[in-house]
């Protein structure tokens, strides 16, 4: 059984989906990271960088294996199950090239966009403008793949995708114009029509209300100092 440490944002739903796809035996324990609760010594004894998701495989290669970061958890439910990731040599680092791209650029510059645009106290036009505009050029980098190519690694959905797609999933203050990208519009609705995917992204929705807006002491917790204290 894998124990999975998560909320609904983008990089949980990424493992949800994973788990979901792969039919693997988990057990959500909800992280309620507007609480705080990512900060807690039980969570960072199993993720020391107070960032969900986490995971704990009781079945292990060698016994209980506890793991963080999205991107890796990913790689790792792949090759336990020898399923969304490619086994011809080139066609893997291609599709690993596309989750390193997603874990590089997507994540934290859409994560960058969406602070200054909605959640910044202070609005920066620099900050916004900077941001917004690395975000459409990151989505004109995924047009041009995805003309050519059915999914980001190739002929096969992978966990390439699955990293993606859920930070791509339109939003209205991001400001994307889908109709200047029929490629990615295509490769969304392919996505989000696994029924996979959509059992992926109702795990923790009971919670999503309280994952919506924020409070000054959400603020607080999320963005200000007290994620910075030693502990």
């Known amino acids: 059984m ?19 796809e792969l039919e693997l035996p988990y057990e959500v324990i909800a992280v309620d990271i507007g609480k705080g609760e990512q900060l807690k010594p039980d969570f960072l004894a199993i993720n020391p960088n ?45 599709a690993l090239q596309w989750l390193m791209f997603q874990m590089g650029g997507v994540g934290p510059m859409f994560g960058q966009q969406g602070h200054f645009s909605v959640y910044a106290p202070e609005k920066i036009p620099y900050a ?31 966990i390439a995708d699955i990293a993606t797609y859920p930070w791509v999933r339109p939003l209205a203050w991001r400001n994307i114009d889908f109709s200047e990208l029929p490629s990615v519009s295509r490769w969304l609705a392919a996505i989000s029509a696994r029924p996979a995917v959509q059992r992926g992204l109702a795990v923790l929705k009971d919670h999503q209300s309280s994952a919506g807006p924020i409070d000054e002491k959400q603020r607080e917790i999320l963005f200000g100092t007290k994620q910075f204290e030693q502990r």
């Open 2 to 20: 894998i124990k999975l440490y998560s909320w609904p944002t983008p990089n949980g739903h990424k493992i949800h989906i994973a788990l979901e």
């Open 128 to 158: 916004i403008q900077r941001y917004e505009s690395e975000v459409k050029r990151l989505h004109r980098v995924l047009e041009k793949r995805l003309a050519t190519s059915e999914y980001l690694g190739g002929p096969e959905y992978s």
């Open 50 to 94: 107070n960032r969900i998701p986490a995971i704990v495989d009781e079945e292990g290669p060698s016994g209980p294996l506890t793991l963080f970061e999205s991107g890796a958890i990913l790689v790792y439910l792949a090759e336990k199950t020898g399923k969304l990731l490619p086994k011809d040599p080139v066609a893997r680092y291609v």
